[in-house]
């Protein structure tokens, strides 16, 4: 740091022929004057050049700290510029979350519009279908009990031939059992019996069948 060195054991000073010729023609007082003159010249000079490199100095150390603040300063704004370019990508990356919620947000409503409207349509259906009595509903009428709910198809006509073979029998029997009994309450009277049947009925003061119902 500083000027290299100007004067060592070796040097070696060279006085001018012009100097030497006005050295030679003073007396000695007048050596001893430019003597202490020149002394204190000699003197100065090392203190001047130590004030300068002292300076010197400090400002090189001065320019080195500047120069390792700078890097460092230089670090810190690379680090900034990174800390910038991922907080901007998080930002871009935050937008287009943003932007994707609200997209599926609108479509949540409208989705919503759709089903409330679709809602609305199958109450009204269910108002229509609550004025008109439902097949479940007659199905309870007839069958209050709910004897038949299980059944199927086959087993309801089965259980309807049962039934009317039933009644049938029922009347035969309920018949045979009324015949039996006029002839208990009539002994001494021949009753007729012939062309008596369950089946029929008197019209007109005859036996006869019966008309069949319209459909």
């Known amino acids: ?3 290299d060195c100007m004067m060592d054991g070796k040097t070696r000073m060279k006085i001018s022929e012009a100097d030497q010729t ?11 004057n ?32 500047a120069r390792a603040h700078a890097k460092d300063f ?16 998080a930002l871009k990356e935050s937008q287009a979350t943003v932007a994707r919620l609200e997209k599926n947000l609108q479509d949540a409503k409208e989705e919503e519009k759709a089903l409330k409207e679709k809602v609305g349509e199958l109450e009204e259906k269910l108002s ?3 004025l008109t009595p439902t097949a479940d509903e007659e199905e309870r009428k007839v069958d209050p009990a709910g004897t038949y709910a299980n059944f199927t198809r086959a087993g309801l006509i089965s259980k309807i031939y049962e039934v ?29 019996t012939d062309g ?3 089946l029929k009925e008197v019209h007109d003061g005859r036996i006869a069948t019966p008309p069949q119902e319209d459909e």
């Open 34 to 65: 430019v003597v202490a003159e020149s002394s204190v010249a000699v003197f100065k000079l090392p203190e001047v050049a130590t004030y300068l490199n002292g300076r010197e100095c400090k400002y090189l150390q001065e320019r080195d700290e």
């Open 74 to 89: 230089g670090e810190r704004i690379s680090s900034v510029e990174k800390d910038l370019s991922s907080e901007t990508q």
């Open 1 to 3: 740091m500083g000027h």
């Open 128 to 130: 229509s279908m609550a």
């Open 22 to 32: 006005i050295l030679a023609s003073m007396g000695p007082e007048s050596i001893r």
């Open 164 to 192: 009317g073979d039933l009644q049938l029998e029922v009347a035969s029997s309920s018949f045979g059992n009324a015949l039996a009994q006029l002839q208990v309450l009539n002994p001494g009277i021949q009753l007729v």
């Open 196 to 198: 008596l049947d369950e």
